[in-house]
């Protein structure tokens, strides 16, 4: 569960300018606009405008004179480090008339953080001491730029390193505090994840809820293989606001059902799965074939998966079915490795061969060629043992070659939720697209 919001035009606005080059050639993916956009919208502050600018002078002194007419508070991420084109804090002190002095704090903190490692600080990591007069200062427990916020009549500015691992905490430790206290609103939300069940089945099942909601709102996220819904809503308190999400949250299980696979905001597809086989004290594997371990390697992300995950095959080759999995030199000849009955034989023979209480089994066409009119690329097989019983599926994604492969890990670890439900619970699912 997270705090969420989309700030009503009275409230304050948030503005984000990520600061480098190497972000402009694609160098780096920019995963602090995304990380600062959500942060800020869980503290109730909207975003109209994000910019990215290379490190140039003139023209981040630009985008930085626009945001600070038109927004209420102006977050720039990067260029605060030790070389000459790091340009951030230089620029930012000269847009709002602050000279520039040594913060002796900052600079002691720059000496301990080498002297901790044995290394000795060239001349330029000084520049980092190097502080706009009157601001105030971020501590960076994981690097050496401090953050800054700068306060001026027209806007709030806050300066924070550019790389993740500095951000993100700095971001945590300070930036919240400071602008939780900035903010009237609590605005939460709930989101409801949703698998086995395509986006424009979800999104017409909740259409009626979209159409006339209010206060909550309700949207769907297409993720790949899930759809999450996002219900939020906007009170004075964090308590009645939740009283708000709650009846809503309430309709979308009557709805969907066990194809609900958590409302908790850090649980993941793989996760529950995990957790499921744990509940029941069930051990899994996994035979791969056109995924090439993909499969496995959502599993093993979820910690504690030792206790289930036992063993993972990739049996790519004719050869490696058979020798490793069992499968029948018959059956391929006949069917095909991409074939409803090789991908049966495969999750059979995987839980015999490695002892499991559940396997599950993908093999397909993941192209960009190999497909033909009988079997397309795309087309895919996934079977699912659990206790004896198989259940095999026919799915047809669509995409390059990564995003048929990643469809079919996120309908894998559907299907293995769902067979072990059903063999325990005798549960039921909506179909999905």
């Known amino acids: 569960m997270a705090d969420i919001a989309e700030r009503n035009e009275e409230n304050m606005n948030v503005e984000?300018?990520?600061?480098?080059t190497e972000l402009l050639l694609g160098?780096?993916?920019?995963t602090n606009a995304a990380y600062l956009a959500e942060k800020c919208a869980g503290l109730g502050l909207s975003c109209y405008f994000q910019t990215v600018v290379g490190d140039n002078e003139e023209r981040l002194s630009?985008?930085?004179k626009t945001a600070m007419g038109r927004?209420?508070?102006?977050?720039?991420?990067?260029?605060?480090?030790?070389?000459?084109?790091?340009l951030t804090k230089e620029t930012a002190a000269k847009v709002c008339g602050r000279e520039l002095k040594l913060h002796e704090p900052s600079r002691q903190a720059i000496e301990a953080f080498f002297a901790e490692r044995g290394m000795t600080p060239t001349d330029n990591n000084w520049k980092q001491a190097v502080l706009p007069e009157g601001a105030l200062v971020l501590v960076n427990h994981n690097g050496t730029a401090p953050g800054v916020i700068l306060e001026t009549e027209s806007a709030k500015l806050i300066l924070l390193p550019g790389p993740p691992g500095e951000l993100q905490p700095m971001f945590e430790e300070s930036v919240v505090p400071y602008l939780a206290a900035l903010t009237s609103q609590v605005i939460c939300s709930q989101t409801v994840k949703v698998c086995g069940i395509?986006?424009?089945?979800?999104?017409?099942?909740?259409?009626?809820?979209?159409?006339?909601?209010?206060?909550?709102?309700?949207?769907?996220?297409a993720k790949t293989g899930e759809v999450h819904i996002r219900v939020t809503a906007n009170a004075g308190d964090r308590k009645t606001a939740m009283k708000l999400i709650k009846p809503m949250v309430k309709e979308l299980k009557n709805r969907f059902g066990n194809n609900i696979y958590t409302t908790e905001e850090d649980t993941t597809l793989e996760k529950a799965v995990a957790d499921l086989a744990l509940a029941n004290g069930l051990t899994i594997t996994c035979a791969e074939s056109c995924t090439g371990g993909m499969l496995s390697a959502r599993l093993v992300n979820v910690p504690g998966i030792s206790e289930v995950y036992k063993t993972g095959v990739v049996t790519y080759a004719n050869k490696a079915k058979r020798r490793l999995l069992g499968v029948k030199k018959s059956t391929l000849q006949k069917y095909g490795a991409v074939s409803e009955k090789t991908a049966e034989e495969m999750a059979k023979g995987a839980a015999v061969m490695f002892k499991a209480d559940v396997a599950v089994a993908v093999t397909g066409i993941a192209g960009p060629e190999g497909g033909t009119a009988d079997k397309p690329v795309g087309l895919v097989y996934i079977a699912c043992?659990?206790?004896?019983?198989?259940?095999?599926?026919e799915y047809r994604f669509s995409g390059n070659r990564y995003k048929?492969?990643?469809?079919?890990?996120?309908?894998?670890?559907?299907?293995?939720?769902?067979c072990i439900l059903v063999y325990y619970s005798k549960v039921t699912f909506g179909k999905g697209e």
């Open 16 to 20: 984000l300018i990520c600061v480098g």
């Open 27 to 30: 160098s780096i993916v920019n």
């Open 62 to 64: 630009q985008v930085l």
């Open 71 to 86: 927004s209420d508070i102006v977050i720039l991420s990067g260029g605060l480090g030790p070389t000459e084109d790091d």
């Open 198 to 221: 395509g986006e424009s089945k979800a999104e017409t099942m909740v259409k009626d809820l979209i159409d006339g909601q209010t206060n909550p709102t309700i949207a769907t996220y």
């Open 385 to 393: 043992h659990v206790k004896g019983k198989t259940t095999v599926r």
């Open 404 to 418: 048929i492969r990643e469809s079919a890990v996120s309908a894998a670890l559907a299907l293995m939720r769902e």
